[in-house]
């Protein structure tokens, strides 16, 4: 089964501060997503990527994936509050964009 | 806006009962809908695929009789916990996928007592 890592596990940062979070799979990675939770709520979709090398911008993040298809990275640029959450990925399991495996997540905190 | 629905968002059963939930797609057609359900501070666990017209998909050591899923139409999938203990309480969130993403819904929150 695939199988996805990502680190680090939480992470606390000052408001105005880049960071950059990974996710790591065993596999090679069809689809790879990144999505957003608020504790208790839905998860909102980031990005997705899908070719080796690909990267993609939205506003102050950007979400690359290796060109080996094994890695993303999620990089935050001037980190703010509302930057604050859980940050999951999940991978394309089939190659056929239907279920996703995902990771633990990661936890973001934005000090004011 | 939203694109998938869930409701309800919160409930609170006794052990015992039995409780359903559903997931709505509001603006697009949808054969296929996922179940997760996220245990506190762990990830989403695919519990099923639910089919429009035809049987859900389990994964394993996800007990069909427990968690009934119907798919009655392209934009309605439910699933009804039956019997549900406090084990049973947890976040149970849907998913559905448009092109190459998938939407998720706001979740459920169940409670078991």
């Known amino acids: 089964s695939q199988e996805l890592e990502q680190s680090p596990q939480s992470l606390i940062v000052q408001e105005g501060k880049n960071l950059t979070i990974n996710c790591t799979s065993s596999?090679?990675?069809?689809?790879l997503y990144w999505y957003k939770q608020k504790y208790g709520e839905g998860l909102i979709f980031l990005m997705m990527?899908?070719?080796?090398?690909e990267e993609k911008s939205h506003e102050k993040i950007t979400a690359k994936l290796d060109e080996k298809k094994q890695q993303s990275s999620l990089h935050i640029t001037a980190s703010q509050p509302s930057h604050a959450g859980i940050y999951l990925c999940?991978?394309?399991?089939?190659?056929?964009?239907?279920?996703?495996?995902f990771g633990k997540g990661i936890t973001l905190s934005v000090r004011p | 806006g939203a694109v998938v629905s869930q409701h309800p968002s919160r409930v609170i059963c006794k052990s015992g009962t039995s409780v359903k939930i559903e997931c709505r797609s509001l603006?697009?057609?949808?054969?296929?809908m996922f179940w997760y359900r996220q245990f506190p501070k762990q990830s989403l666990m695919l519990m099923a695929t639910?089919?429009?017209?035809?049987?859900?998909?389990?994964e394993q050591g996800v007990e069909k009789d427990k968690f009934l899923i119907n798919h009655a139409s392209l934009t309605l999938s439910t699933l009804t916990v039956t019997s549900a203990h406090p084990e049973d309480s947890s976040f149970y969130i849907c998913?559905?996928?448009?092109?190459?993403?998938?939407?998720f819904g706001p979740g459920t929150r169940l409670t078991v007592l």
């Open positions: 639910s089919n429009e017209g035809s049987k859900a998909t389990y």
């Open positions: 603006d697009f057609q949808a054969t296929t």
């Open positions: 596999k090679t990675l069809y689809g």
């Open positions: 999940g991978a394309d399991t089939d190659g056929a964009n239907s279920k996703l495996t």
């Open positions: 998913s559905v996928r448009i092109l190459d993403t998938q939407y």
């Open positions: 990527l899908q070719k080796g090398g």
